[in-house]
């Protein structure tokens, strides 16, 4: 099969797409065949050499955490769910033409392989942050860098719950927060007073990691009331960072409610070969993306 992966620390030019051996699903796992892989910054992150204790790496390694796909195998002591059955989920090297996953969900009807692929990792980490700051329905959150696939679906999943968001994002993406349910306003200078014009705020996250955390904490007036998943410095201004996932199992299947309610949608931005991982993870690093990343497989 073919499978992209890197033997180096580096830039996107040490991803290679190479023959390797299939994966086989063990106990408690399935397999897929791929047919997208959700594009995330950890990725790039795991790549560049970044430490991240929840994902040690050895090298050779292999690239992706989120897939879509059809499953191909069943391993031993898993039920309800069998080969053929569209599924998407979390597992390893999912940048692959197979690959295993260690939790899954049925896909919702209507839901493509590419939109499906962007959901399990973003979902996850949105429902853990917002659970981490501690907002409650009748407050406001203020979500850094909303317009992004974890964005997203932070302000969906927040507005579900009644929890009013004020989200910041470049210009051209105001009308997609505004779309998503939350008040935008623009990032840059004067940005911590257009905020303030905006109203109280309980709560925030840091989904951008554009060094904005001292300024998150003065709207916030308290550090325990803010949630890094992108500075690895937050811990020095007293905030958490967020690094080490919880339950994808319980995540995926609030997903499938979200969606089949209505009231969760993530777009595509990009859909990109295989073959192009590289480039992915180049505009992926950039940033300003509205909604997901994707490799068609």
Same mark, same amino acid.
């Given at each position: 099969m073919r499978k992209v992966s890197f033997a180096e620390f580096g830039g996107p030019e040490v991803l290679e797409l190479l023959d390797a051996e299939e994966p086989h699903a063990g106990p408690g796992q399935i397999r897929v065949a791929v047919r997208a892989a959700g594009v995330n910054p950890v990725d790039w992150r795991l790549r560049e050499g970044q430490?991240?204790?929840?994902?040690p790496i050895e090298l050779p390694a292999g690239v992706g955490l989120d897939a879509a796909g059809v499953v191909d195998e069943v391993g031993e002591g898993v039920d309800g769910v069998e080969p053929g059955d569209p599924v998407f989920g979390e597992g390893v090297d999912t940048y692959a033409e197979? !690959?295993? @996953?260690?939790a899954w969900a049925r896909m919702p009807e209507g839901l493509t392989f590419e939109e499906a692929a962007g959901y399990p990792s973003v979902v996850e980490t949105a429902l853990r942050v917002i659970r981490e700051v501690g907002v409650?329905?009748?407050q406001?959150?203020?979500v850094s860098g909303a317009s992004g696939g974890v964005g997203s679906a932070v302000l969906q999943s927040a507005r579900d719950r009644g929890i009013a968001v004020i989200g910041t994002a470049g210009a051209a993406n105001q009308d997609y927060l505004r779309e998503l349910g939350a008040v935008p306003t623009t990032y840059g200078e004067g940005w911590v007073e257009r905020v303030r014009g905006l109203g109280r705020?309980? !709560?925030? @996250?840091?989904?951008?990691?554009?060094?904005?955390?001292g300024e998150l904490v003065e709207l916030t007036g308290d550090p325990r009331r803010v949630v890094s998943i992108a500075d690895l410095g937050a811990p020095e201004f007293g905030v958490r960072f967020s690094g080490t996932a919880g339950s994808v199992p319980d995540a995926l299947a609030e997903a499938v409610d979200l969606i089949t309610r209505g009231r969760l949608h993530i777009p595509v931005e990009k859909a990109y070969p295989l073959a192009d991982a590289a480039a992915a993870h180049v505009d992926s690093r950039a940033g300003h993306t509205r909604g997901r990343r994707v490799l068609v497989v």
């Open positions: 430490v991240l204790g929840a994902h197979f !690959a295993v @996953l260690s409650r329905p009748g406001t959150l203020l705020v309980d !709560a925030a @996250l840091d989904l951008a990691g554009s060094g904005v955390i």
